[in-house]
């Protein structure tokens, strides 16, 4: 019974596996992300003051309303059109004995298929966590 509070304890740090990016590569990101955002609002600050200066407040309301709406529309579009149904298997994961005993309308399952490739990358978490789950369920319907 210790084992098993230990190792529900311990499930939820072996679930997440090894991270594939170090702390400084994410706050990397993240710096990246915030100084084009402060680029593009600077900008949009410029275009305003220059159009405000020239042609007046409401034309230069409507250039940045018009600006923001075409880039929201660009952004937007873009995500629908780059997504892209996940293949049923990849190549490599044909060979897998886990995935040759799954039924043909499962192997077409983009869950399934998402599923079987984070076992196939992370093999050991994946079976820390198996035998985590069978050991609780286990322990549930049969007792100690």
Do not use: C, W
Request: proline fraction near 6%; charge should be positive.
């Amino acid at each position: 019974m210790r084992i098993l509070k230990i190792l529900t304890f311990l499930a939820p740090f072996v679930l997440k596996g090894a991270t594939k990016r170090p702390v400084k590569t994410v706050a990397g990101v993240f710096a990246t992300y915030g100084l084009m955002l402060i680029s593009v609002l600077f900008i949009s600050i410029a275009i305003f003051i220059y159009i405000t200066k020239e042609y007046g407040a409401d034309a230069a309301f409507l250039a940045i309303g018009l600006l923001a709406l075409l880039t929201a529309g660009y952004l937007h579009f873009r995500r629908i059109l780059r997504r892209k149904k996940p293949s049923s298997l990849p190549d490599k994961m044909e060979q897998d004995p886990l995935a040759s005993k799954l039924p043909e309308s499962l192997r077409d399952d983009p869950v399934i298929g998402s599923i079987l490739k984070q076992i196939n990358d992370n093999p050991v978490p994946a079976t820390a966590v198996a035998v985590t789950l069978g050991m609780v369920i286990a322990n549930e319907y049969f007792g100690d």
